[in-house]
């Protein structure tokens, strides 16, 4: 088929590289000029595994390539897809202003019937009003189907070629034929694709993306309060995980989700609920809960620095909201650097992929340390935030010898209380009793380094 992906950003260029590389003809038009070249010379603009070689290959191929013509790539594709960003406002809606000028393009450039796919995550009545908008504008008939992305960074290629389902919301049962047909190579091993009401499709990416946030959220409130109780919250993930109705995935606790989507898609479903009437007390507390701890972390650190924060130096392990992903949207570390910045301490942070998105954010007013040892220099603290496998199993000794203090404060609990115990760190993860800082004390003024504690 030929297509046209609009948008080529994590969820845009994955989709436009993988549709070519099951043999269709595919035009990436994104308005960042900057992009485009670099995309047209093979070159990733964004950190996703396995991605560059598909990209490359394809291109080679002569089945993808990039633009900013506008008017040329909406007439070169018969199924055009919307991939474009659908940020937060001030008040937590959707900002769609974007859906909606892409929408204008196609109308205005469309010269032959066209099936105008929408990837983007956007709230429910979307659709509707992008159909009307195009039957208002357009001179042909471009139909309108919601087909939500699902793919996790970092195992984004492979999510979007062995996908869980896929959802097609569609009035037209042409389209949705047609839909069904181009992920046909995706879905071999029997995974469902389910058609349904495109507004029903729309709810089903925001509910989702709202289940996944509220169970890290639950798992948060969980072990916040083992953090009161002086129980170790593992003991109780595997406890509840092993259960079959619960399952172990994203009860992982930590410094509060982050990235591009959970954050927006829970906000924008209570808003989305607001406008119809409808109570969304429930998502309202999953999104209080992580706004609450995404600060946890400056909070243990102000609590242990009693005397401020002002003047000491913290290290920070991962940047990114996950690893396998140069992405920092919403990211913890970010929250957290920006806390630390705003009460006087220095930061030094490494992160495998994301120090050049970090930097752009933050400039000079932090150092970027090209391997995570380096960053632990003179440091009073580390603080982890995000758990890539390079910071799994460190030379704890090397750790120790860099710091000027030996306090880890781990926001993704990587290691053990007894390896801590045994490596002399004072260490304080999530829900493993860490937050008892303040029954230990914090250091007096004049009192020695920190012993071998384990709180
Ligand atoms: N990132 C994810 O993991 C993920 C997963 C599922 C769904 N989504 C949804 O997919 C959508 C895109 O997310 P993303 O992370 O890829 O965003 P992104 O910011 O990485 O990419 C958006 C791209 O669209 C381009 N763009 C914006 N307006 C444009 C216009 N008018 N014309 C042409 N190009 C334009 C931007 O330059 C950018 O390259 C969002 O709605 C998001 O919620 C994201």
Redesign the pocket.
Same mark, same amino acid.
């Given at each position: 088929m030929k297509l046209t992906v609009?948008?080529?950003?994590?969820?845009?260029l994955v989709t436009g590289v993988c549709l070519a590389d099951t043999g269709n003809d595919v035009v990436g038009?994104?308005?960042?000029a900057s992009?485009v070249e670099m995309l047209n010379r093979g070159e990733c603009v964004?950190f996703e595994p396995g991605l560059g070689e598909i990209l490359r290959s394809n291109m080679s191929a002569g089945r993808l390539r990039f633009t900013t013509d #506008?008017p040329a790539a909406i007439r070169h594709g018969d199924v055009i897809l919307i991939?474009?960003? $659908?940020p937060p406002k001030d008040d937590g809606a959707p900002d769609l202003s974007?859906v909606y000028?892409?929408g204008d393009e196609i109308a205005a450039s469309s010269d032959r019937p066209k099936i105008v796919v929408l #990837?983007? $995550?956007?709230p429910v009545g979307t659709g509707d009003e992008l159909q009307a908008r195009l039957d208002r504008q357009a001179r042909v008939r471009c139909t309108v189907v919601n087909n939500?992305?699902?793919?996790?960074?970092g195992s984004?290629v492979a999510d979007f070629q062995k996908p869980d389902r896929v959802i097609i919301g569609a009035a037209d049962p042409e389209a949705a034929a047609v839909i069904a047909e181009l992920h046909e190579p995706f879905i071999r091993n029997q995974r469902p694709v389910y058609t349904m009401a495109r507004s029903a499709a729309e709810m089903t990416k925001y509910a989702a993306n709202a289940c996944l946030a509220a169970r890290i959220s639950f798992i948060n409130q969980i072990a916040n309060i083992c953090d009161a109780l002086g129980i170790d919250v593992n003991e109780v993930r595997r406890g509840i995980g092993s259960d079959s109705r619960i399952g172990f995935q994203f009860l992982y606790p930590g410094a509060g989700y982050g990235?591009?989507?959970f954050p #927006?898609?829970t906000q924008g479903l209570i808003h989305v609920a607001r406008r119809a009437g409808a109570q969304a007390d429930l998502l309202e507390s999953v999104h209080q809960v992580n706004l609450r701890q995404r600060r946890l972390l400056f909070d243990r650190i102000s609590r242990r620095f009693a005397g401020g924060v002002k003047g000491i130096t913290v290290a920070i392990w991962g940047v990114s909201f996950k690893p396998r992903t140069d992405?920092i949207r919403e990211a913890p570390a970010v929250v957290l650097i920006e806390q630390l910045l705003g009460a006087g301490a220095a930061v030094r942070a490494h992160d495998p992929e994301a120090l050049g998105n970090l930097e752009a954010r933050f400039g000079d007013r932090i150092v970027y340390c090209a391997s995570a040892y380096s960053a632990l220099d003179g440091a009073d603290a580390l603080a982890i935030c995000t758990e890539w496998n390079e910071f799994r199993s460190p030379d704890f000794e090397e750790m120790r010898k860099r710091m000027r203090r030996p306090i880890i404060f781990d926001g993704r609990n990587l290691y053990s209380l007894e390896t801590m115990r045994r490596q002399g760190f004072e260490y304080f993860g999530i829900g493993r009793s860490g937050g008892s800082i303040a029954k230990a004390g914090p250091d007096k003024p004049g009192e020695s380094p920190v012993a071998a504690k384990v709180r």
């Open positions: 609009i948008g080529s950003g994590y969820v845009g038009l994104d308005q960042d992009k964004i #506008k991939a474009v960003g $659908t974007a000028a892409v #990837k983007s $995550t956007v939500p992305e699902f793919l996790k960074e984004a990235g591009s989507c #927006k898609d992405d």
